[in-house]
């Protein structure tokens, strides 16, 4: 019985040690852990806000390069025909999409959904106004109806775009 004791004696000190020295380490290392993800989350913050702020500046460059007059000024050829310049315009845009389909990655789900009605609304645009014109004519026909019909339209989706393109950069500063 005498030995028990002396166990029990010696047990008891060395577990409330034991039980206090795991809950300060893991305290400590919780904390340590906290700490470390915290200087990861702001390590990866650091690199990854130019890559936003510069796939903002790509897709506002986007939708400027895809607005109909900007297109119209930069596509058009004298002497073309009316359905070459609508071919010519309609490849614009799609290269131009193509060439900045990376930079979703880098921006919500709707500002991309914004970005893509502009690109669908400049190609209906381009479709329905190149219907109404004469394939064979001149290209100068077909980019002033464009240039007329984006001039009385309050606002194309384009400008929507820029606007929300804008509205998400500045969520990040």
Same mark, same amino acid.
């Given at each position: 019985?005498?030995?028990?004791?002396?166990?029990?004696?010696?047990?008891?000190?060395?577990?409330?040690?034991?039980?206090?020295?795991?809950?300060?380490?893991?305290?400590?290392? %919780?904390?340590?852990?906290?700490?470390?993800?915290? %200087?990861?989350?702001?390590?990866?913050? $650091?690199?990854?806000?130019?890559?936003?702020?510069?796939?903002?500046?790509?897709?506002?460059?986007?939708?400027?390069?895809?607005?109909?007059? $900007?297109?119209?000024?930069?596509?058009?050829?004298?002497?073309?025909?009316?359905?070459?310049?609508?071919?010519?315009?309609?490849?614009?845009?799609?290269?131009?999409?193509?060439? $900045?389909?990376?930079?979703?990655?880098?921006?919500?789900?709707?500002?991309?959904?914004?970005?893509?009605?502009?690109?669908?609304?400049?190609?209906?645009?381009?479709?329905?106004?190149?219907?109404?014109?004469?394939?064979?004519? %001149?290209?100068?026909?077909?980019?002033?109806?464009?240039?007329?019909?984006? $001039?009385?339209?309050?606002?194309?989706?384009?400008?929507?775009?820029?606007?929300?393109?804008?509205?998400?950069?500045?969520?990040?500063?």
């Amino acid at each position: 019985m005498e030995t028990f004791l002396e166990i029990v004696k010696i047990t008891i000190p060395a577990l409330v040690v034991f039980f206090s020295v795991y809950f300060i380490m893991k305290k400590y290392l %919780d904390q340590q852990y906290q700490l470390q993800l915290l %200087d990861f989350k702001r390590d990866r913050k $650091n690199s990854t806000t130019p890559l936003k702020l510069q796939a903002y500046e790509r897709l506002s460059l986007f939708c400027e390069r895809i607005s109909i007059p $900007n297109l119209v000024l930069r596509i058009k050829t004298k002497g073309a025909s009316s359905a070459a310049l609508r071919v010519s315009l309609l490849m614009a845009v799609q290269q131009e999409f193509e060439h $900045n389909i990376s930079q979703q990655i880098y921006i919500s789900d709707q500002l991309w959904e914004i970005v893509k009605l502009a690109r669908n609304e400049s190609i209906e645009l381009i479709n329905s106004v190149a219907e109404k014109v004469d394939p064979k004519g %001149d290209s100068d026909e077909l980019a002033q109806a464009l240039i007329a019909v984006c $001039n009385s339209m309050n606002k194309s989706a384009t400008q929507t775009a820029l606007m929300a393109i804008r509205q998400e950069a500045a969520l990040m500063i």
